[in-house]
């Protein structure tokens, strides 16, 4: 039995908070934390998957803090080694094969040294390849012992034939290693897709491995994958910390790579991450490029995007909201498109959700996202619903840290 929601709801933002502090600006003094709150930060770091990047920065003197968070270091250095050696094979055949591949986000930084390993835990690895080489591509991947477990409008998400997800708290060594396959950079905010493809594609592509064409190009990425994240409520701190980091390498021109190329439309969306990096990391933005980033931001989003804190915006905020990221229409037009794919899923969304029961851990078990659309519209209108995601982590971090398998979570739901 969990405590009241009401009591983790605000635990969750408190540490939420507070972890974002310590990370950004470490050596703050220990929190004078209950048991309770000191297990919801253990669920907040493994959520925003900053775990071990606190064991390196946090000096918070709480032995079981301290314990936690060095298991999770070690273990995400563990998974790494087993992420880079699958890396130098997917080079290998890849230019074997003739075959021109960029690794994305977490393999990108890590390429140019901005973490250590050990420092950033990576749930997967994202590949881009070009439309006319996705075939291949999907050979390659078969070939090393994969299976394609299910594909959306993003990308096709490929599984070890072997080897089972680990169902405790936080990262583990042997958790399985994902491949994301894309053929193209985009996101909805919150129904038309923003595509930066182009600029994410290296001019002169070479068989095996390459590298983004600039800091400026893999900065577009992050921060575009950012934006979709805050449209879903699903943001993490690890994200905020990325870009903060690139960003303290940045030159103008990096800078400049937001607008020139392949951009057909202001980068309008990027306002929104860099305020809230912003917030965090003062000085790291510079004060010219919020400015101009504010010019092309619509002004709805613009003006909500100077009050939102990390916790409103990710999976540290408890509830379900019915209209997550509404605020992200560009027009009325766009607004109407939303509230009827919220009121009547089209086809393509109600099979990302059930690829997503099937495949998501985190989601099996639970009766409340098999349930009937009018059925979840009514209760969203009659009484406050708790996040799958983050009761799964919630229940993790109050629990015995131990492998368990996937079992029905028990809820207190109270206002």
């Given at each position: 039995m969990l405590p009241p929601l009401r009591i983790v709801r605000h635990g969750l933002r408190?540490?939420?908070?507070?972890?974002?502090?310590?990370?950004?600006?470490?050596?703050?003094a220990t929190p004078a934390w209950?048991?309770?709150?000191?297990?919801?930060?253990?669920?907040?770091?493994?959520?925003?998957?900053?775990?071990?990047?606190?064991?390196?920065?946090?000096?918070?003197?709480?032995?079981?803090?301290?314990?936690?968070?060095?298991?999770?270091?070690?273990?995400v250095e563990q998974r790494h080694r087993r992420i880079a050696a699958l890396l130098q094979r997917i080079d290998a055949d890849a230019r074997a094969a003739g075959l021109a591949m960029v690794p994305l986000k977490?393999?990108?930084?890590?390429?140019?040294?901005?973490?250590?390993?050990?420092?950033?835990?990576?749930?997967?690895?994202?590949?881009?390849v070009r439309e006319d080489d996705a075939a291949a591509a999907i050979e390659l991947l078969l070939e090393l012992g994969?299976?394609?477990?299910?594909?959306?409008?993003?990308?096709?998400?490929?599984?070890?034939?072997?080897?089972?997800?680990?169902?405790?708290?936080?990262?583990?060594?042997?958790?399985?290693?994902?491949?994301e396959l894309h053929t193209r950079i985009r996101e909805r905010l919150p129904v038309s897709a923003v595509d930066i493809t182009a600029r994410i594609q290296p001019r002169e592509p070479r068989p095996g491995l390459n590298p983004y064409p600039s800091s400026g190009a893999l900065m577009s990425h992050l921060l575009l994958h950012a934006a979709g994240n805050m449209c879903g409520r699903s943001l993490r701190l690890l994200h905020l910390h990325d870009i903060?980091?690139?960003?303290?390498?940045?030159?103008?021109?990096?800078?400049?790579?937001?607008?020139h190329g392949d951009a057909a439309e202001p980068p309008w969306w990027a306002l929104p991450p860099l305020r809230l990096v912003a917030r965090h990391y003062p000085k790291v933005i510079p004060a010219a490029?919020?400015?101009?980033?504010?010019?092309?931001?619509?002004?709805?989003?613009?003006?909500?995007?100077?009050?939102?804190?990390?916790?409103?915006?990710?999976?540290?905020?408890?509830?379900?909201?019915?209209?997550?990221?509404?605020e992200w229409s560009r027009s009325v037009r766009e607004a109407g498109r939303y509230l009827r794919n919220r009121v009547s899923p089209p086809d393509?969304?109600?099979?990302?959700?059930?690829?997503?029961?099937?495949?998501?851990?985190?989601?099996?078990?639970?009766s409340w996202v098999t349930s009937p659309h009018r059925r979840r519209i009514l209760t969203w209108l009659t009484r406050p619903v708790p996040r799958m995601d983050t009761m799964y982590v919630v229940r993790a971090a109050l629990e015995p840290l131990a492998p368990k398998t996937s079992k029905k979570l028990t809820l207190v739901i109270s206002r």
């Open positions: 408190r540490t939420t908070e507070a972890l974002a502090a310590e990370l950004a600006r470490p050596g703050g209950s048991e309770l709150d000191w297990r919801l930060a253990a669920a907040v770091a493994v959520a925003h998957g900053v775990s071990p990047l606190l064991c390196r920065c946090c000096a918070w003197e709480n032995p079981p803090w301290r314990r936690f968070l060095e298991s999770q270091r070690k273990h977490g393999s990108a930084l890590h390429a140019l040294g901005i973490y250590a390993p050990g420092e950033r835990p990576m749930a997967d690895i994202d590949l881009l994969y299976v394609e477990s299910f594909a959306q409008w993003k990308h096709r998400v490929f599984k070890p034939a072997t080897g089972r997800p680990y169902a405790g708290l936080g990262e583990h060594r042997d958790t399985p290693v994902n491949i903060a980091l690139l960003a303290a390498r940045m030159t103008d021109d990096d800078w400049n790579v937001l607008w490029v919020l400015a101009r980033l504010a010019r092309d931001c619509p002004s709805l989003l613009r003006a909500i995007s100077r009050r939102q804190t990390l916790t409103r915006v990710s999976c540290s905020e408890l509830w379900l909201h019915a209209l997550p990221g509404i393509e969304a109600r099979k990302e959700r059930a690829d997503m029961v099937r495949t998501q851990l985190w989601l099996q078990g639970q």
